[in-house]
């Protein structure tokens, strides 16, 4: 059954990556809150954090954080985010996920203690069919995750990257994304009380 899961997950992202590849996305974008969907994505990754012995940590605004986006497509971003965040550690899993709002931009940051990436590799692992050779680590896929991330936040004007990463302690992935000019975060939290 799991086998069977995997080659579904597997196909799924290669017919993703497919379509990405010949036309740009045509996602349903609408304002949302962007602290809803890490919110997700957090409650998602927290039972495997738990069988792992993870510890997770989430520092977020109070206040709303509208951005313009899929929220669908834009969980699958975060899930796999934190899904590599979980797999990529030799040792007890620990995960800081931090969110910030500047006048322009939202930066997300998924930091772990994992086995890091070597200094050559920070951009290839966002390449199409491209994995980090660790032998210490082996786990199933064939390296779409990151590139299709990559694919959906470049579409909503965003950037995803390393932002550091040392073999042995850890990386910090950021993912940045243009805050909604059209709903103010005062006028978001009206909404959601209302």
Do not use: C, H
């Not at 965040?85 to 996920?97: C, E, S």
């Amino acid at each position: 059954m799991a086998k069977t899961r995997e080659l579904e997950r597997i196909v799924r992202d290669l017919m993703t990556a497919s379509r990405l590849e010949i036309l740009p996305p045509r996602l349903e974008r609408e304002v949302i809150d962007l602290r809803e969907v890490i919110d997700g994505a957090v409650e998602r990754a927290r039972p495997r954090a738990d069988l792992l012995g993870a510890e997770l940590t989430v520092d977020r605004p109070d206040d709303p954080v509208p951005v313009v986006a899929d929220p669908e497509s834009l969980g699958r971003v975060l899930d796999d985010l934190l899904n590599n965040a979980l797999t990529y550690t030799i040792r007890p899993p620990r995960l800081w996920i931090g969110m910030s709002a500047g006048s322009r931009r939202a930066i997300v940051r998924v930091e772990d203690n994992g086995v890091g990436i070597s200094f050559e590799e920070r951009e290839r692992v966002f390449d199409r069919l491209y994995r980090v050779a660790d032998p210490q680590i082996v786990v199933p896929g064939i390296g779409l995750g990151l590139y299709i991330s990559r694919q959906l936040v470049e579409s909503y004007g965003g950037t995803l990257a390393v932002e550091s990463s040392t073999p042995g302690v850890g990386s910090i992935f950021a993912l940045t994304l243009p805050l909604s000019r059209t709903v103010s975060a005062a006028e978001l939290r009206e909404a959601e009380a209302g």
